[in-house]
């Protein structure tokens, strides 16, 4: 799984929230999310964190197992959010938040191999979660996102390129990203993105996570 990080193309970074899909006339049941993420493994998504904080640890095995086999052909990568244990269950990684287990305590209970995310939101959170072992991080919200303005303003890509300078782990952006503002995100060192409804909502995604990994992943000079 950790050798989804030697890709020379920006890393698209799909976290679930089945309740959204029936925007695009999908069920919100288990199995419309399951086709959904085969949909998205198809088009070329790199990682998928399973966010579905309302089901139960056997129901999230369940979704993790039916889109194993196609991540495994497509080289994806898949997280599930906060338990380790179940992430370990599945074979699969773990995203940490700041409510989690940290991830030296992860590492201790399960190994070297299992790929850890870990969410941070400054630059403090960022070197803390790196030197206890995560193998990458998602840092925001970058942007003005609806679903975080009660936790405070956006970051801003001034504070996403000072981590992606001090941290030797992949940053990748998360936070009101869209369209028409990846690029910058990009542009200011992340090794790729994370999103939530710019999936959801794409009318092409296939043609979407296209436009991103033929994005420039460098620093403006």
């Not at 952006?173 to 995100?185: D, E, V």
């Amino acid at each position: 799984m950790k050798a989804i990080f030697n890709r020379q193309t920006p890393l698209v970074y799909l976290i679930t929230d089945r309740q959204m899909l029936p925007r695009q006339n999908r069920s919100p049941a288990p199995a419309g999310l399951i086709e959904f993420l085969g949909a998205a493994l198809a088009a070329g998504v790199d990682l998928i964190q399973l966010r579905e904080r309302d089901l139960p640890a056997r129901a999230v095995l369940a979704i993790a197992d039916a889109i194993a086999p196609l991540a495994e052909q497509t080289g994806a990568a898949i997280l599930i959010n906060d338990r380790a244990d179940v992430a370990a269950c599945a074979g699969t990684g773990v995203h940490l938040t700041m409510r989690s287990l940290k991830a030296d305590a992860v590492r201790r209970a399960f190994g070297e191999r299992m790929l850890i995310g870990a969410s941070t939101h400054n630059l403090a959170e960022a070197r803390a979660a790196a030197s206890e072992g995560a193998d990458f991080i998602v840092f925001g919200p970058v942007f003005e996102t609806e679903s975080k303005k009660a936790y405070g303003p956006p970051v801003g890509l001034a504070a996403l390129r000072e981590v992606v300078e001090r941290l030797t782990i992949p940053v990748i952006a998360l936070g009101g990203i869209k369209p028409s503002n990846f690029h910058n995100t990009l542009a200011a060192g992340a090794a790729g993105i994370a999103a939530i409804s710019m999936f959801v909502e794409a009318d092409d995604l296939r043609g979407l996570i296209q436009r991103i990994k033929s994005s420039c992943n460098q620093s403006p000079a």
